[in-house]
């Protein structure tokens, strides 16, 4: 369930970014969001007329499982254009975890992240965003990525402890 103010948000077609430290809840929320704004994507969208029905209505995705797909084209496996029109294209994209994939191929990445953020910002496409980084982090690497995307969101910052419970240990041997 989102609050009264993000479900208001929701309403008015805003575009998230949820922040803050592990396990407050932001995938939670933006599941939240995701579902309330999906119903709004009809078969007569125009994304279906150009591409055809089985033209994903939404992408959910990590980030790094992303620039992973991205990676593996690499090495001749698909298309990096067709996993790149996907998202950019797709009504809504859901984006899980910014940030995370900086480690992997980093002289590739800034390219990565700013094409990934500048599609959705020129398509005027419906986006939410999740990130534990600090975002003057994630502007060190693309300046633009972060300006893009802090003038297209409402910035919802979450904070507190991990909602995450411990599954318990149990101890087996010993006299
Ligand atoms: N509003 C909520 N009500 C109940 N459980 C929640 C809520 N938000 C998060 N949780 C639970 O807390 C845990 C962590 O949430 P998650 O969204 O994965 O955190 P984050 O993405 O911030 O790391 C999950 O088990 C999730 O189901
Ligand atoms: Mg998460």
Known sequence: MLGPRL????????????????????????????RLWAPKVR???????SHGPEFLPFVWTSES?????????????????????QVAETPLL??????QGASAAPKAYPAFLFGLVNARYTGNKKTFV?????????????????DRLLEM????????????????????GGE
Do not use: Q
Not at 12 to 33: I, R, S
Not at 68 to 84: K, L, P
Not at 94 to 99: E, I, V, W
């Open 65 to 85: 499982a992303l620039w992973a797909a991205v990676r593996s084209t690499w090495s001749g496996d698909g298309r990096e254009s067709d996993i790149m029109r």
């Open 153 to 172: 969101c409402v910035c919802v910052e979450m904070t507190g402890r991990s909602r995450r419970k411990p599954a318990g240990s149990i101890t087996i």
């Open 94 to 99: 859901c984006l899980d975890d910014l940030g």
């Open 43 to 49: 078969p007569e969208h125009d994304v279906y007329r």
């Open 130 to 146: 999740t990130t534990n980084a600090e975002l003057a982090d994630i502007r060190r690497i693309s300046p633009a990525a972060v």
């Open 7 to 34: 479900a208001k948000a929701v309403e008015k077609d805003a575009n998230f970014l949820f922040a803050g430290p592990v396990g407050v809840g932001k995938t939670f929320a933006m599941a939240a969001a995701a």
